[in-house]
């Protein structure tokens, strides 16, 4: 069974600084999927970016971008220029490419204070 | 708009009694999943289905049932078995074998509260 880590409870950034949350996961498989998800105090979960594991490039989207290491089993999610709307938690997510076992596994989360 | 619904927003159950949180979804998503969320236990999946009148249990499925009669629709019950059922409780959708690193919807969620 596939396992997501999440080994920061909480984080804090300044307004306007750069901030990486850390996130490993543990799979036999070579092809799968991963995300990172925003959860703002109302509690709706929203997708930040997303990796497909075959693609070695570094996914961005915008302000965020991650750094993959395939290799290693990381996928971080870097935050730049950060703003008092992404004060979250935030969820790492892996998923399956196996067409039978396509369920999302959630880390613990980490919670993002952004000081002003 | 298309989206996925959960009813209601706060629930509360006597101990007991069995409860069933509702989840539709207008997105045409084969796949539906149900998460619960605890305080520093991050999302925890109880039951998905992939297809109309299938489902399988995920990690915590233990006093919990569901149906998936329509595609649309994915109830949960929390039975009386359930012996810490107070929690937030999620439900997703997505498409199914697309091949892509295609993303799930969350409804907004139903938090429980057992009085």
């Known amino acids: 069974a596939q396992t997501v880590t999440q080994s920061q409870p909480e984080m804090s950034v300044q307004e306007a600084e750069t901030v990486t949350l850390s996130c490993t996961y543990d799979?036999?498989?070579?092809?799968?999927?991963l995300f990172w998800y925003k959860q703002p105090p109302s509690r709706q979960m929203i997708l930040v970016i997303r990796?497909?594991?075959?693609?070695?490039q570094n996914a961005t989207e915008n302000r965020f971008s991650v750094n993959f290491q395939k290799a290693a089993k990381s996928f971080s999610l870097k935050i730049s220029d950060s703003q008092l709307g992404d004060a979250a938690m935030y969820f790492c997510?892996?998923?399956?490419?196996?067409?039978?076992?396509?369920?999302?596994?959630f880390g613990t989360g980490t919670r993002l204070t952004i000081i002003p | 708009d298309g989206g996925i619904t959960q009813s209601p927003k706060y629930l509360f159950r006597k101990e007991g009694q069995n409860v069933t949180l509702s989840c539709e979804q207008n997105l045409n998503h084969d796949a539906m999943y149900w998460y619960r969320q605890d305080p520093g236990q991050g999302l925890r999946l109880i039951y998905y289905s992939q297809i109309v009148n299938d489902f399988q249990k995920g990690d915590i499925a233990e006093g919990y049932s569901v149906s998936r009669e329509k595609k649309e629709s994915f109830p949960l019950t929390v039975t009386s078995a359930q012996k810490n059922p107070t929690a937030f409780y999620l439900c997703?959708?997505?498409?199914?074998?697309?091949?892509?690193?295609?993303?799930?919807?969350f409804g907004q969620g139903t938090r429980l509260t057992v009085v």
């Open positions: 997510a892996y998923r399956s490419s196996d067409f039978g076992n396509e369920k999302l596994t």
């Open positions: 990796q497909e594991a075959y693609k070695q």
């Open positions: 997703a959708s997505s498409p199914f074998r697309t091949g892509k690193a295609t993303e799930a919807f």
């Open positions: 799979t036999s498989e070579s092809d799968y999927y």
